[in-house]
């Protein structure tokens, strides 16, 4: 996100295109956007894994810097970070890579035995929405204990929120929405005063930020 500012003195967010982090989110060798997202540890520069891997079976150095690297051992190491921005950047990304590995293994049983899931493109822990897209999920009310959702700004206040009786709730809405809005959401739906009360949302029992 870039900072502009107004006439009036006001700076306001201006959206980044895609087209200017480009650079930044493509492999130098075969100049599309990373897959398995692969870095060099010595001069810290990035490759498709597979474009690396295939580099230094011939070579012996680093295709952007030339620093030497011991193609028999090479120190290289995946870079799940940058995966991760680049899947969220490119929209459709992530679940075009995953439908091309589940159709290269469904031909393949045996190597998909010994295959992760992510690399079966069965990976259900990681998912990667694009803007445009919408979600469904549901929320439910957690019993109140130390480290659950619903908690009293206040020590010495014997006040409790209402509970929503335990029902689960189903929304639907566009995938940027955030943590902040869905619990405004829930102090109108439950007339919850956030002055006294704070409202987590938990994934896995943990708050998420």
């Known amino acids: 996100v870039k900072m502009a500012e107004q006439n009036n003195g006001i700076v306001i967010p201006q959206r980044t295109l895609l087209g200017e982090v480009n650079e930044h989110i493509t492999c130098p060798l075969c100049r599309g956007y990373y ?14 894994r597979s474009c690396i891997i295939k580099h230094l079976q011939v070579k012996s150095y680093c295709p952007v810097c030339e620093m030497m690297i011991n193609s028999a051992k090479p120190n290289i190491k995946l870079d799940k970070a940058l995966q991760d921005i680049v899947y969220k950047l490119v929209p459709g990304l992530f679940q075009k890579e995953m439908e091309r590995r589940q159709t ?7 190597p998909a035995a010994s295959a992760t899931p992510e690399q079966r493109g069965e990976d259900t822990e990681r998912i990667i929405f694009s803007p445009e897209d919408v979600i469904s999920f549901s929320l439910e009310y957690a019993d109140v204990t130390d480290a659950d959702s619903i908690s009293s700004k206040s020590s010495d206040s014997n006040e409790s929120p209402t509970q929503p ?37 938990l994934y896995k029992r943990v708050p998420l930020p």
């Open 104 to 110: 290269f293994y469904a031909s393949r049983p045996g």
């Open 35 to 48: 897959i398995d997202a692969t870095t060099i540890v010595e001069c810290l520069h990035s490759f498709c």
């Open 165 to 201: 009786g335990g029902s689960r709730r189903y929304l639907q809405c566009p995938a940027v929405v955030n943590i902040s809005h869905l619990k405004k959401f829930l102090s109108m739906k439950f007339d919850i005063d956030s002055t006294q009360f704070a409202i987590d949302i």
